[in-house]
């Protein structure tokens, strides 16, 4: 009878481990997803002020057209990678955006009326607020991906990934060559 009632509690300690680690393991997982879809919505919301205030510089600097059409590439390809899941693809995309708009605020210095256009000024705040909070939605899906890797990594719950279906993240790291500030001519 004592050996029923130990192998009934160590069966149920057992299941109660399983339940937890893969709820641990999905929680985790899902935050990660959740974070993921916080960078998307940033990416989104900058791609989306881009065409103002390109249409802002545009009626002072009409001759720059190469550096228009660059920046409509890039926010389409921006676009594009916030609709999947291929994390590299998004940090290429969204490095490509960004040099787009280093050259576009170059254009901008050249015209000081445009400096002092208020459409133009509120523009650049609102894309230097969104920059500010990319980087956020960037550091707070890593640190979601770093909890959910040392869970994928580290025994006991890396027996249960399996059962759980949740596997090792990428982070959202910049692509080569974005510790380097871009060169602009015109």
Known sequence: MLYAIVAVVVLVALVGFVI???NKLRTSDIGAQEALGGIDVQLTRRA???PNLVE???GYAAHEKGVFEEIT???AGVQAAAKGDDVPAKAAADAQLQ???IKLNAV???YPDLKANTNFLDLQ???AETENQISFARQYYNDAVASLNKLTQTIPWMFLTGVAN???REFYDAPDGQEVAPTVKF
Do not use: C, N, P
Request: charged share 30%; glycine share 4%; no cysteine.
């Open 125 to 127: 705040k609102q894309l």
């Open 48 to 50: 989306d002020l881009i």
């Open 20 to 22: 937890s680690g893969f």
């Open 56 to 58: 802002t510089v545009k």
């Open 166 to 168: 949740v596997h090792k």
């Open 99 to 101: 040099q787009s708009l």
């Open 108 to 110: 901008a210095e050249a």
């Open 73 to 75: 590439r890039a926010r």
